[in-house]
């Protein structure tokens, strides 16, 4: 069995003794009122970012305590725990919130009833055929190429093909198929000439990535190590991710958006299908799609916010190297809906293209 092969096997492993331990966890320790919520978030210093930005205001504000618990997949665990929710709301990707829709997992909400995402992009707001809700859209990061500026200058990164460029053999690194679904895949296609319905441009072009792949990181942690101590001089990584590094005193990193532009993901905070304390739950949906919550999130992690009126300080534009509004014209919004649709035959797909590859 190849080394990847082995590293896939062994995460399967671990994100099944994870899910298990954290759903002990939760069932230890679930709130009996209302007076808090539990709220499931990704790890790696994302929590900080939420407790911080979100959770303790709305805690001063309100009174209503909120408890954010990261776990390794968010989603996992409210499909774990279907018909029996433990959480009151769960930080999920678009691709994914899509499909909790369409499986009928997660609360719709009248409009109405979170009036503040009135000032979110429509095209930014996921609703069902009948125009409900499926959560607040609190930020957003980009998908870019993070580049080690001790191998590579950033202009080396200049276009997405140059992942494929064979002087980087062994130098880049990947993601899981899961996410080279959703996100590598559409953003390779677009910039070789297809886009999200025309995939085998990024196919192609992906197959040639995967030959100057050193490993594929299975976790945060581990791209940032990657990074960070230079045993890769790039890879296809999140914006918030290297923000939080550098404000953590990583200065031999920095993120490109490519000449072809860069992948825009937004994300969802859904609510399970049958969770507890929904009006207070409502309340905290409707608070983190206001635009003060979403600038200091954008502060302390660059999670960019998704609510329209919010303003950026002057040192959060610095650290982009850009304005907000210079970002966005660079962006490339893919139809999500149909990439979370095909989404597990493109997995396959990929997951074939490596092994075919190695």
């Excluded at 230890?28 to 303790?56: I, M, N, Q």
């Excluded at 919130?97 to 009833?113: H, S, T, V, W």
């Excluded at 937004?266 to 983190?288: I, K, Q, S, W």
């Excluded at 979403?294 to 959060?316: D, S």
């Amino acid at each position: 069995m190849s080394d990847k092969g082995s590293i896939r096997m062994s995460m399967k492993a671990g994100l099944n003794a994870a899910l298990a331990v954290g759903f002990a966890v939760v069932l230890a320790h679930r709130p009996a009122s209302a007076t808090e919520l539990l709220v499931a978030t990704w790890g790696g210093g994302v929590e900080k970012v939420w407790k911080t930005a979100f959770a303790d205001p709305f805690e001063k504000e309100t009174g209503i305590k909120v408890r954010i618990v990261p776990v390794p997949t968010p989603d996992a665990q409210l499909r774990t725990q279907a018909g029996h929710p433990q959480y009151n709301a769960v930080m999920v990707t678009y691709p994914q919130g899509a499909n909790l829709m369409r499986d009928g997992l997660i609360e719709m909400f009248d409009p109405a009833a979170l009036p503040a995402t009135a000032d979110t992009s429509p095209d930014d707001l996921m609703r069902d055929a009948q125009g409900r809700l499926a959560g607040a859209s609190p930020y957003f990061m980009y998908y870019g190429i993070a580049v080690n500026t001790d191998l590579a200058k950033p202009g080396d990164f200049s276009s997405w093909s140059e992942l494929a460029n064979p002087k980087w053999k062994e130098k880049i690194a990947i993601t899981r198929p899961i996410y080279l679904s959703s996100y590598d895949l559409p953003m390779l296609a677009k910039a070789a000439g297809g886009d999200v319905r025309n995939i085998e441009p990024g196919l192609s072009l992906l197959k040639q990535v995967v030959r100057n792949t050193l490993t594929t990181y299975t976790s945060i942690a581990h791209m940032n190590g990657l990074l960070t101590r230079g045993e890769i001089a790039a890879g296809p990584y999140y914006s918030g991710r290297l923000w939080h590094l550098r404000q953590q005193g990583a200065r031999n990193v920095t993120m490109v958006v490519p000449r072809e532009g860069a992948l825009m993901i937004p994300y969802l905070l859904v609510v399970p299908r049958g969770a507890r304390d929904m009006e207070a739950t409502t309340r905290f949906l409707n608070y983190v799609s206001q635009a003060e919550p979403q600038a200091r999130g954008a502060v302390l992690g660059g999670y960019l916010p998704l609510n329209r009126t919010a303003k950026l300080p002057p040192e959060a534009e610095e650290q982009m190297g850009m304005s907000l509004k210079e970002l966005m014209s660079k962006l490339y919004r893919p139809d999500w809906a149909y990439t979370a649709e095909h989404e597990e035959e493109r997995i396959n797909i990929i997951e074939k293209l490596i092994a075919d590859t190695n």
